[in-house]
Structures are given as structure tokens and as C-alpha cells.
């Protein structure tokens, strides 16, 4: 089924996706890293962009998101605001920045919030850094949540295996997600677990449940650029729908600009001064 994309070009705001979901319309959230792309898929109409961690996996080539430092989120946050105008932007707070005590945790958002002017900030967990939330939130910072598979807490899962299966697991992940809801977050992202458990969260929560790997029963979906477009040929999970070939097209580009130089027929007689 074909549903129009707005054309609303007010600026995309934390009040604006609750009413969103209010209303039962689907927030459309992608990762943005630098200038050039954030300003397409803005200008495409993407409600919010997430300038992720993931940048230390796609853009500098890390196994993980652990090695991205603040310095390194804060570059490529100032990159995407210069570019966007309409969508409501997140910053992902880095490993390390939140987790080791709150006055670290609110220090690393002030400076995130202030030197790239984004919108927002995103944080991985629930109960355990309940500290952190709570002071960065007390500073009138807005803060998206984020439960399931957690990429920062790799190293303790083991696997990037589906979370939340087993009924422990599950019933704390349900609680995280009240809590997080209570204590103010606006937003809730659910990563790899299962579609019922997401759609009971969702249902269960007045802030918008934004999912990826988690089935269609929530309030929107994210994904990875670089992995819907087709750019990240090495990564296929099953909840990735792809809908370009981007790495393809490039290549094809690429080679004939090679060949074009290696021939001498670039630049012609029309390409030249």
C-alpha cells in the first residue's frame, strides 16, 4: 500500500512524534553521519535522524561501537546539523561517556547538546544507569531511550543473537521501559527482540516506540544508511530490507570513470576550459 509522505516542513520535534503516535502515524528514523547525506535524506522527509555510534562500524571500519570517542560523535553530529533543517536529530552518548558516574554522564550530554546543537541525545540502558538518565534529564536534556540488543554491552551478551526470548529477560526489558517512560524519556528504541514483546511495549507506553529488528507493531522504524541503501554488502540480518544496490551502482560508476581516463575520452573537448 502506497501512503504519501508529508509535506509538512515544520522542524520535527520530541512533542511532535508523541502526537505522532497519538494519532497512529509511523515515525520514519535513519543514521546520518556527515553533511552531504544527512542533507538528502532530510530534504527526503525522514522525521529523525540518528547519528549513531555505528558511525565507529561504517564509517571508520571497528568490529564494534565501542572505540568511537565523544570528540569523534561530536564531529560527525556537527557535520549533520549544518545540514538539516526539518527532521529531529539524536546524538548517540558514546561507550564510556554515561556509564561510570552521573556527573560524567551530564557533562558528556552538555557538551554533545552545545557543540553540535542537535536536538537530542540517546543512551543504551535502563535501571542501571538510572543516575545518569535521571541528572542529564534534570538539565533539560531530552533523552531517547534504548533496550534490547544494546551494541555497547556486546562484550557481555557475546552475540548479536535476538534478545528478550526468555521470560527473565523479557520482564525485566518490559519493566526497563516503564521506568525509562516515568523518568522522562520521550522516545524508546528496541532493538532485535521479539515482535510480541515490542508490540506489548509499545501498546503499554504512551512515548513513541521506535524499532529495529523488532517487528511492525511499534510506532517507527530505524535503520543504518549504509545497510537499507545497499552500501554495506557484508551485513544481511533478517530484518533488513534493502531498497537500493547502492554498492553496486557505485562500483559500475567507478569503473567507468576508470576506464573513461585510462582511454583518454575524460575530459572531452565540452569538459574543458
Given at each position: 500500500?502506497?501512503v504519501?509522505?508529508?509535506?509538512d516542513?515544520r522542524?520535527?520535534t520530541t512533542?511532535?512524534l508523541?502526537?505522532?503516535?497519538?494519532?497512529?502515524?509511523?515515525?520514519?528514523?535513519l543514521t546520518?553521519?556527515?553533511y552531504s547525506m544527512?542533507?538528502i535524506?532530510?530534504?527526503a522527509g525522514?522525521?529523525?535522524?540518528?547519528?549513531g555510534d555505528?558511525a565507529s562500524?561504517?564509517?571508520?571500519?571497528?568490529?564494534?561501537?565501542?572505540p568511537?570517542?565523544l570528540?569523534q560523535m561530536?564531529?560527525h553530529?556537527?557535520s549533520?546539523?549544518?545540514?538539516?533543517k526539518?527532521?529531529?536529530?539524536?546524538?548517540d552518548?558514546?561507550?564510556g561517556?554515561?556509564?561510570?558516574?552521573?556527573k560524567?554522564?551530564?557533562?558528556s550530554?552538555?557538551?554533545?547538546?552545545?557543540e553540535t546543537h542537535?536536538?537530542?541525545i540517546?543512551?543504551?540502558?535502563?535501571?542501571e544507569?538510572?543516575?545518569s538518565i535521571?541528572?542529564i534529564?534534570?538539565?533539560g536534556?531530552?533523552?531517547?531511550?534504548h533496550?534490547?540488543?544494546t551494541?555497547?554491552?556486546i562484550?557481555?551478551f557475546?552475540?548479536?543473537?535476538?534478545?528478550a526470548?526468555?521470560?527473565?529477560?523479557?520482564r525485566?526489558?518490559?519493566?526497563d521501559?516503564h521506568?525509562?517512560?516515568?523518568?522522562?524519556?520521550?522516545?524508546?528504541v528496541l532493538?532485535?527482540i521479539?515482535?510480541?514483546?515490542a508490540s506489548?511495549v509499545?501498546?503499554?507506553?504512551?512515548?513513541?516506540?521506535?524499532?529495529i529488528?523488532a517487528?511492525g507493531?511499534?510506532?517507527?522504524?530505524?535503520l543504518?544508511?549504509?545497510?537499507?541503501?545497499g552500501i554495506n554488502?557484508?551485513f544481511?540480518p533478517r530484518?533488513?530490507r534493502?531498497?537500493?544496490?547502492?554498492?553496486?551502482e557505485?562500483?559500475?560508476?567507478?569503473?567507468a570513470?576508470?576506464?573513461?581516463?585510462?582511454?583518454?575520452?575524460f575530459?572531452?573537448e565540452?569538459e574543458?576550459?
Open positions: 500500500m502506497s504519501a509522505i508529508s509535506e516542513n522542524k520535527v512533542h511532535r508523541f502526537e505522532m503516535k497519538q494519532r497512529g502515524e509511523k515515525i520514519s528514523m546520518a553521519y556527515d544527512a542533507q535524506i532530510d530534504r525522514m522525521d529523525v535522524i540518528l547519528v555505528s562500524n561504517v564509517m571508520a571500519g571497528n568490529v564494534t561501537t565501542l568511537i570517542t570528540d561530536i564531529y553530529g556537527k549533520v546539523m549544518k545540514a538539516v526539518r527532521a529531529l536529530v539524536v546524538v552518548l558514546p561507550f561517556t554515561y556509564q561510570g558516574n552521573s560524567e554522564a551530564l557533562a550530554a552538555i557538551r554533545v547538546m552545545k542537535a536536538d537530542c540517546k543512551m543504551e540502558g535502563g535501571s544507569i538510572k543516575e535521571q541528572r534529564l534534570c538539565a536534556i531530552p533523552i531517547m531511550g533496550l534490547g540488543l551494541p555497547q554491552s562484550n557481555k557475546g552475540t548479536y543473537a535476538v534478545r526470548r526468555e521470560e527473565e529477560e523479557a525485566k526489558l518490559l519493566e521501559a521506568l525509562l517512560e516515568e523518568w522522562g524519556c520521550f522516545a524508546l532493538e532485535k521479539p515482535a510480541a514483546l506489548q509499545a501498546s503499554e507506553l504512551k512515548i513513541p516506540v521506535i524499532g529488528g517487528g507493531g511499534v510506532d517507527g522504524q530505524v543504518v544508511m549504509h545497510d537499507m541503501l554488502q557484508d544481511s530484518f533488513l534493502r531498497y537500493a544496490n547502492l554498492y553496486e557505485m562500483t559500475k560508476a567507478l569503473h570513470y576508470i576506464e573513461d581516463v585510462k582511454a583518454g575520452d575530459p572531452n565540452n574543458q576550459y
